[in-house]
């Protein structure tokens, strides 16, 4: 299922990672990082797994623990992480930036982001997600706010919006759309977030999509306050 349409923060990384998988890696329905991933990607999803969200000490560790895992998603999905190189100029690399023709004040104040994309048992990448941190819980806060102002500002002829998927066991602030592209495909939106730390999910599975999302929402309430400037 072809993601080259979805909203633009997170198609790069979705289309790159796609790329790193084989054949043999979809049909074993393995449920971790594929072993066709390059070492980079299987090592961040292997530590990511690995972190308690109760322990985490900062913004940066709090979006890392929430990041995208394989064990968020069905049985026989895998995950590929797409590491940002640690002191990276986050710049010239927006995550929502530019959605439905929209500036964001918060891409200022993003501080570091964990890229995820959520692969189906044949390989297809059908979820793509990015774990984000940003210098204050002011500034997550502002960035679901600008992210819910542009969903209600696309274009007509970009997209249809219909009824959003109601998801019980979300975060408190969270922005949640359902929209179907030219082509018929039908996508979903799902950010939350808590203080400094924002969870933006696109899934092509709605089923997928709401069970990843649930995932980290309960992540996102392990979380100390005073990691996340609470």
């Known amino acids: 299922m072809s993601l080259r349409r979805r909203l633009p923060v997170l198609v790069a990384a979705a289309l790159l990672l796609a790329g790193c998988a084989g054949d043999d890696d979809a049909a074993s329905g393995s449920t971790g990082a594929p072993t066709g991933a390059p070492a980079p990607a299987q090592a961040a999803e292997s530590a990511g797994a690995e972190i308690d969200p109760a322990t985490v000490p900062d913004a940066q560790s709090a979006a890392f623990a929430v990041a995208l895992r394989a064990t ?119 950010a939350q977030g808590r203080g400094a730390v924002v969870s933006v999910l696109i899934a092509e599975d709605p089923a997928a999509g709401a069970q990843a999302a649930q995932g980290i929402a309960q992540r996102l309430r392990a979380l100390p306050g005073a990691a996340v400037g609470q």
């Not at 959520?118 to 806060?141: F, K, R």
């Not at 209600?152 to 592209?181: H, K, M, N, W």
């Open 72 to 190: 968020d998603l069905p049985p026989g999905w895998s995950v590929q992480a797409n590491p940002v190189p640690e002191n990276s100029d986050l710049s010239g690399n927006p995550s929502l930036e530019g959605i439905c023709g929209i500036s964001f004040a918060s891409e200022e104040q993003r501080t570091i982001k964990f890229p995820v994309v959520g692969l189906d048992p044949q390989g297809a990448p059908s979820v793509a997600s990015e774990a984000i941190a940003y210098d204050s819980a002011e500034a997550g806060a502002l960035a679901l706010t600008e992210l819910r102002d542009a969903l209600s500002a696309c274009p007509a002829d970009d997209r249809t919006f219909l009824e959003p998927p109601g998801i019980e066991g979300l975060a408190e602030d969270v922005v949640v759309a359902r929209y179907q592209l030219a082509d018929g495909a039908t996508q979903d939106v799902i």
